[in-house]
């Protein structure tokens, strides 16, 4: 075997074993995404319970939860099938909204994206915004929202389909599901889904979630958190609400 | 390109690359969120559950992967380019893997991140070539 011979083998050897490293760094971070993959369509709605306990009482108005007087504005753009939109619903939104939108300190609004697996799945993460949109124009998006994050799929399948978003909004107490399905295709929700979209351009944002915080009324700017704990947001909130 | 050439050319993408790594490990411990030239997608990917294998930060790895390359160019010969070439591709691969995860996965985007691996797909480039270029050594 000549020199070269010899040194392309070392080569094929060295990128196979790179290969084998990748794949196990793969099993170690646990695979594809994290989310469920369980895809039931009769399976009963996970946390239905939980979310009505969680936004009971609070107001809703649109996409905004929480008192019109607050304070302080706190931005969510979140896309429904993206798994780290997941983690902030169910590992901090319930500790601000127990410290801070129930005080009446904190109004939220949630600016929904759609970009999450469309080369996969084009067409998908739209369907899931539009019907949470549509819940929207019955004040019922924060129910809506995180029953659909606590029962996210696979991001890489495609079942935001009309079945599983009427899943979802039959557990939503109060929300007119037929209405709203009808709705997903009105004039006020393209225009909703629209202004999410520019405002994520117009502060130069490129992945979910991500935010924007400041004095209601005034022009919020992106906040940029040490991690997606409850303490880094209240910390932010706290800054937010000391300033006069 | 002479094998001096490409030599420095290594050493000094494997700095640069050196320099984000440690910029992102002492972001990691400190527990600071990365300056991001766009939007959050910096900090997005630094707190995503990717931005640890085995509980080693993505960072460290990175900063272990480029010291190495920089150590192989001190090793005279043909260990000195094995060990070369094996440490970019390995470091190239698990760069393909990351920006797979910040595209489809975390869905934001780490400025610092696509740096690192277009140094290091840089660094594979180079490697590879100087490692099959080189004359062979003559039987002691």
Same mark, same amino acid.
């Given at each position: 075997?000549? $020199?070269?011979?010899?040194?392309?083998?070392?080569? !094929?050897?060295?990128?196979? =074993? *790179?290969?084998? @490293?990748? +794949?196990?760094?793969?099993?170690?971070?646990?695979?594809?995404?994290?989310?469920?993959?369980?895809?039931?369509?009769?399976?009963?709605?996970?946390?239905?319970?939980?979310?009505?306990?969680?936004?009971?009482?609070?107001?809703?108005?649109?996409?905004?939860?929480?008192?019109?007087?607050?304070?302080?504005?706190?931005?969510?753009?979140?896309?429904?099938?993206?798994?780290?939109?997941?983690?902030?619903?169910?590992?901090?939104?319930?500790?601000?909204?127990?410290?801070?939108?129930?005080?009446?300190?904190?109004?939220?609004?949630?600016?929904?994206? $759609?970009?999450?697996?469309?080369?996969?799945?084009? !067409?998908?993460?739209?369907? =899931? *915004?539009?019907? @949470?949109? +549509?819940?929207?124009?019955?004040?019922?998006?924060?129910?809506?929202?995180?029953?659909?994050?606590?029962?996210?799929?696979?991001?890489?399948?495609?079942?935001?389909?009309?079945?599983?978003?009427?899943?979802?909004?039959?557990?939503?107490?109060?929300?007119?599901?037929?209405?709203?399905?009808?709705?997903?295709?009105?004039?006020?929700?393209?225009?909703?889904?629209?202004?999410?979209?520019?405002?994520?351009?117009?502060?130069?944002?490129?992945?979910?979630?991500?935010?924007?915080?400041?004095?209601?009324?005034?022009?919020?700017?992106?906040?940029?958190?040490?991690?997606?704990?409850?303490?880094?947001?209240?910390?932010?909130?706290?800054? *937010?609400?000391? @300033?006069? | 390109?002479?094998?001096?050439?490409?030599?420095?050319?290594?050493?000094?993408?494997?700095?640069?690359?050196?320099?984000?790594?440690?910029?992102?490990?002492?972001?990691?411990?400190?527990?600071?969120?990365?300056?991001?030239?766009?939007?959050?997608?910096?900090?997005?990917?630094?707190?995503?559950?990717?931005?640890?294998?085995?509980?080693?930060?993505?960072?460290?790895?990175?900063?272990?992967?480029?010291?190495?390359?920089?150590?192989?160019?001190?090793?005279?010969?043909?260990?000195?380019?094995?060990?070369?070439?094996?440490?970019?591709?390995?470091?190239?691969?698990?760069?393909?893997?990351?920006?797979?995860?910040?595209?489809?996965?975390?869905?934001?985007?780490?400025?610092?991140?696509?740096?690192?691996?277009?140094?290091?797909?840089?660094?594979?480039?180079?490697?590879?070539?100087?490692?099959?270029?080189?004359?062979?050594?003559?039987?002691?």
């Amino acid at each position: 075997m000549n $020199h070269r011979s010899r040194r392309l083998l070392q080569l !094929g050897s060295i990128v196979l =074993a *790179a290969g084998l @490293a990748i +794949a196990l760094v793969v099993v170690l971070t646990g695979g594809d995404g994290g989310a469920k993959k369980a895809a039931d369509p009769s399976a009963p709605v996970a946390q239905a319970a939980e979310v009505e306990t969680m936004l009971a009482g609070i107001a809703q108005d649109g996409i905004a939860l929480g008192r019109r007087d607050a304070p302080v504005t706190l931005v969510e753009f979140a896309d429904l099938k993206c798994p780290i939109c997941r983690e902030y619903s169910l590992s901090v939104l319930p500790d601000l909204v127990q410290r801070y939108v129930r005080a009446g300190k904190l109004r939220i609004e949630l600016r929904l994206q $759609h970009f999450v697996g469309e080369q996969q799945n084009p !067409g998908d993460s739209l369907a =899931a *915004a539009k019907m @949470a949109q +549509a819940a929207a124009l019955q004040d019922k998006l924060w129910q809506f929202s995180e029953l659909f994050y606590a029962n996210q799929q696979d991001e890489a399948t495609r079942y935001a389909d009309d079945a599983f978003v009427s899943r979802i909004a039959s557990a939503v107490k109060g929300l007119n599901e037929e209405k709203a399905l009808h709705d997903r295709s009105s004039p006020k929700v393209t225009a909703a889904l629209a202004t999410a979209d520019a405002q994520f351009e117009g502060n130069g944002f490129d992945g979910t979630p991500s935010f924007l915080l400041g004095r209601t009324g005034t022009t919020l700017k992106p906040l940029q958190v040490r991690s997606l704990t409850p303490q880094s947001f209240a910390t932010e909130i706290d800054r *937010a609400l000391g @300033a006069a | 390109m002479s094998d001096a050439r490409a030599r420095a050319a290594v050493a000094i993408a494997a700095l640069l690359g050196l320099g984000i790594a440690a910029y992102l490990t002492y972001v990691h411990y400190r527990g600071l969120a990365p300056v991001c030239l766009s939007g959050g997608g910096c900090e997005t990917v630094q707190s995503s559950r990717y931005a640890e294998v085995a509980g080693v930060p993505v960072a460290v790895l990175g900063l272990i992967g480029y010291l190495t390359i920089l150590g192989s160019l001190a090793v005279p010969g043909e260990p000195g380019r094995l060990a070369g070439v094996a440490a970019a591709l390995l470091g190239f691969a698990f760069s393909l893997y990351l920006t797979y995860r910040e595209l489809f996965s975390i869905h934001a985007i780490c400025a610092w991140c696509v740096a690192s691996a277009v140094l290091m797909t840089l660094l594979a480039a180079l490697t590879t070539a100087r490692f099959l270029r080189a004359e062979p050594e003559p039987a002691a």
